[in-house]
């Protein structure tokens, strides 16, 4: 899609939008040829209007935030605008294959979403989809429709996570409109546009190596190797080095989610980005009151992506992509034989994927002694840590205040305790553990204010909590967007005390813990 540029749009005149975004421009991933997509237009959505919007994602489109005022802007992101380009530039929905908690659920694909094109600016190029636009041929039994809670959540979750120092697809906008979707209830319709450098998954490669086409896989590799890693092509093999780093990067990003509470809900191959960015917020949650084998998914019965199963699950998905790979991986060893290479491809595999604990590990340590306020690497950390989380665990312990409120103890006395103390069921437990804190603490060279300040950096004060996206989505529906609006506000800050916003960072009030989310959240 070619825009115009901020500069190019004057804010107290702007021209209809028809005109200023001009005709649809394909990225890379479209040049793979008809057999990654089926292009078609939206669904038409009836009467559709702004509910939130995100002025830095459209800069860092370089886009005018002004252009959200303008009346032919929910009719453009709504994608009703669609079923007037020409078809050589309609936008497409891509196929793609995946397991499905844990069972291989063959053809699936964008189902309810639409990449409506490419923009270039400032030395990067964004891919945009509208989700919620309606059916394609990969949509199964669904109606191709999200709904208005779905997509607020995705609208501000990206957002939070973005802020959070976590890679993650951006959101730019959400339209809604009053056309009713049946899901539990009947519930009002809504397109989130989001945006991501790629949005090429796991289960791209898994369908190639499943329909059997080493030539399509092949391709699709090489348009990731060439598009967004081009350090592997130097390597000796590479597909392999493709594989790392793509698994490495997933290390990394789970890392990340666990330092922070965070459960994705629905780790799918068809949810992981080859990029290593969160991608496809669905039943997603913070943890409140810890608990290790938290489920934030309703739908997941037997609690496969619990919290605590969010590493394990990971590693898994990578050795999915990993078998996916395995056709490419080994072509230039010159080595004759199929069954020679073949076996020579699974041991390059099979050390690439035990590179996964040796990053997680490190990386989970990392981020925990930096939550513990611990520049000083010693070794016992990890251990201190983990009996943290246990103690947490047994008392159901908030795990965004828990973190935050250790800021306040002091390596001197336990006149700081308090805040984070009471937090704790069992405080016995918590005073052991904050005695052996407090000794690890002697150790640093920092005094109590620097050490605070730093981990008030690495801990956040907010969090999107299930709690304050319902208040939001409530209010949306009776058409008082503006909770979405402050609430985002407050997520591009989490760590600043925001004093005046301190209700977003209390404890959640009684009724959320009746709340629920689902696959079809």
């Given at each position: ?36 997509f ?40 709504s ?32 189902g ?65 409109s009053?056309?009713?979707v ?23 490669f ?8 080493p ?19 130097d ?20 890392a990340?989610?666990?330092?922070v ?12 980005s080859i ?7 669905g ?20 609690g ?13 998905n ?60 010693r ?21 965004t ?6 800021s ?21 437990a ?92």
């Amino acid at each position: 899609m070619s825009f115009s540029r901020s500069e190019a749009v004057p804010a107290d005149s702007l021209p209809d939008l028809a005109a200023t975004l001009g005709t649809p421009v394909d990225g890379a991933f479209a040049r793979l040829g008809d057999a990654f997509f089926t292009r078609l237009p939206a669904a038409p959505l009836p009467a559709p209007y702004v509910v939130g919007f995100s002025d830095e994602v459209a800069r860092m489109l370089g886009l005018a935030p002004s252009i959200a005022a303008d009346p032919g802007f929910a009719e453009l992101f709504s994608g009703n605008r669609t079923r007037d380009w020409p078809s050589h530039a309609m936008p497409y929905a891509s196929v793609y294959s995946g397991h499905q908690f844990g069972v291989w659920a063959g053809q699936l694909g964008d189902g309810r979403a639409l990449n409506v094109g490419e923009l270039a600016h400032d030395g990067r190029r964004f891919e945009l989809q509208l989700k919620g636009s309606g059916r394609t041929p990969y949509s199964r039994m669904g109606d191709g429709r999200a709904v208005l809670r779905s997509s607020i959540r995705e609208f501000l979750c990206s957002e939070a996570m973005h802020h959070l120092g976590i890679p993650t697809t951006r959101a730019l906008t959400v339209i809604g409109s009053d056309a009713p979707v049946i899901r539990e209830e009947i519930e009002t319709s809504a397109v989130v546009t989001r945006v991501a450098e790629s949005f090429v998954r796991f289960g791209h490669f898994e369908h190639f190596f499943a329909s059997d086409r080493p030539d399509l896989l092949r391709a699709l590799a090489d348009h990731v190797i060439d598009r967004f890693y081009p350090a592997c092509r130097d390597a000796g093999d590479p597909y392999l080095a493709l594989l790392e780093t793509a698994t490495l990067r997933t290390a990394d990003l789970v890392a990340q989610w666990q330092a922070v509470g965070f459960c994705h809900g629905v780790m799918n191959t068809d949810n992981m980005s080859i990029l290593g960015l969160t991608i496809d917020y669905g039943p997603f949650g913070f943890v409140d009151g810890f608990d290790a084998g938290h489920v934030c998914n309703h739908s997941d019965q037997q609690g496969r992506y619990a919290y605590r199963m969010q590493p394990r699950i990971a590693h898994w998905n990578c050795y999915c992509l990993a078998q996916a790979l395995l056709p490419l991986i080994g072509l230039n060893h010159g080595i004759a034989d199929d069954d020679a290479r073949a076996e020579r491809a699974v041991e390059d595999v099979q050390a690439v994927l035990a590179k996964f604990p040796e990053r997680f590990g490190p990386a989970f340590e990392r981020a925990m002694r930096a939550k513990l306020g611990l520049a000083l690497e010693r070794d016992g950390d990890a251990a201190l840590a983990n009996q943290l989380l246990e103690v947490m665990h047994a008392s159901h312990a908030d795990f965004t205040l828990t973190f935050r409120h250790l800021s306040r103890v002091s390596k001197h006395d336990a006149r700081g305790d308090t805040t984070v103390r009471d937090l704790f069921i069992d405080r016995d437990a918590f005073d052991r553990w904050a005695n052996q804190y407090r000794a690890r603490l002697s150790e640093e060279t920092r005094d109590d204010a620097a050490r605070a300040a730093a981990m008030n950096r690495v801990n956040p004060k907010y969090v999107l909590r299930n709690h304050l996206a319902e208040v939001a989505i409530r209010r949306a529906k009776e058409k008082d967007f503006s909770e979405v609006e402050r609430l985002a506000q407050v997520l591009r800050r989490p760590f600043d005390e925001q004093t005046e916003y301190d209700a977003y960072a209390a404890l959640p009030p009684d009724w959320a813990g009746s709340l629920e989310v689902s696959c079809s959240s």
